[in-house]
């Protein structure tokens, strides 16, 4: 399955090695680490096993957690906090044939904080999407045992995949949208001042609800353009 | 939910820590560990973190299976080998739901192998069902991870149970029935003697299927210590 697990800022070298291991046990296709903060490769080959050796080898390893969705598709993050701004509404069991799905011909990217915090809120509104694991009261998951869990969800849930889901914009695609939509909203003076990566959420998670294609993407980044260019000419800059 | 973990002969404290640290995520309510290779108490609580310290505090310590499950109403084997002999038919999804109408009231058991062979044979047949992870190729999970598996899987399923499943014989009632049988058996001549566990095995799975009750399992019990003593009074033994 074209899946990349995205670690951010992961503390310890052992989980490293047990996502690859969980990556070659259920079929994704890549691990990315952004800003390890201890890349000990004895300890994570170690808990890489057998199985996950070839992972290792070609972990990538960003210094951005925009770098290392730039070629993905979609990306999905995995969330234990459950804010009002975080607006997470899904369990992993619910999204996982979603991303199965969309994984048949889109690169999905499955985005895990690191073991003390989590995602930030920022990191959260770089996703598409987002879900949470339920657990019995004690809800601090190991971050490999919590990629164990939704590859194996996605894992089980591909075998159940019926119809394609449509080739989406990559991240990169989206992110150029994402900057020009950004870009004349600060024009038009539609930004607010206070909080502007929650206002940008807001409308990542709108236009995420559209599953944008590449051409679609595209289309809203020109229209955004044409629109800043006829302000600024209407302004006379 | 009444569900114990038992992992038998755990080679690395550290997956113990993770295991309790899992029972705590998913509600389980204890810990056995059979013979046991490394108890290093730092390492155990470390990996099990805030939330598992009390299942490593309260923690079972058996020298063997039979001990650790005499008190379990019925017993679940995770495997990974699927020999001919093994008979396991059922996936950790197939299973689940089974476990956790079973749960709602008996002592169900989860029974794990070491790191390196997983379960034996033998070790196998004393459970009265088993179950495997489906995986990607590389089948070789690691064991506290496959206890999340298996403890999410069973935590989901429980939100889903509507009707309550007998209360069921204990392991050591099972046991005394089973042991009663094999007596009876071979005072008829009728076990075979090159694998005996082998053929308990067939007996125990064949009886599984009924999930006797407590006072069904003293009845099987009871009639095979009377075929016994009328065999053994018409021989004039």
């Given at each position: 399955m074209p899946i990349g697990v995205v670690l951010v800022e992961p503390r310890y070298p052992e989980n490293i090695g047990a996502v690859a291991r969980a990556c070659a046990n259920f079929g994704a296709e890549r691990l990315v680490v952004v800003?390890?903060?201890?890349?000990?490769w004895t300890k994570i080959r170690a808990m890489a096993t057998k199985g996950g050796q070839e992972f290792v080898d070609k972990m990538r390893i960003c210094s951005s957690l925009e770098e290392a969705l730039s070629s993905f598709n979609w990306a999905v993050a995995s969330t234990a906090r459950l804010g009002t701004h975080r607006k997470v509404y899904k369990t992993l069991r619910e999204i996982a044939p979603d991303i199965a799905a969309k994984a048949k011909n889109n690169r999905v990217a499955l985005v895990f904080g690191n073991?003390?915090?989590?995602?930030s809120n920022e990191e959260l509104f770089l996703c598409n999407d987002a879900f949470t694991i339920p657990t019995?009261?004690?809800?601090?998951?190991?971050v490999a045992q919590a990629v164990v869990l939704t590859l194996y969800e996605v894992f089980c849930a591909a075998s159940n995949v019926k119809v394609e889901k449509p080739k989406l914009a990559t991240y990169e695609e989206q992110q150029q949208m994402y900057d020009r939509i950004k870009e004349l909203c600060e024009v038009i003076g539609?930004?607010?001042?206070?909080?502007v990566p929650l206002w940008m959420s807001s409308i990542r998670r709108f236009l995420s609800k559209?599953?944008?294609?590449s051409r679609e993407a595209r289309m809203v980044q020109g229209f955004c353009r044409k629109m800043i260019d006829a302000l600024r000419r209407r302004d006379g800059v």
């Open positions: 800003n390890p903060q201890n890349l000990d073991e003390k915090w989590g995602l019995a009261g004690y809800s601090s998951l190991n539609y930004v607010p001042h206070d909080n559209m599953e944008l294609t």
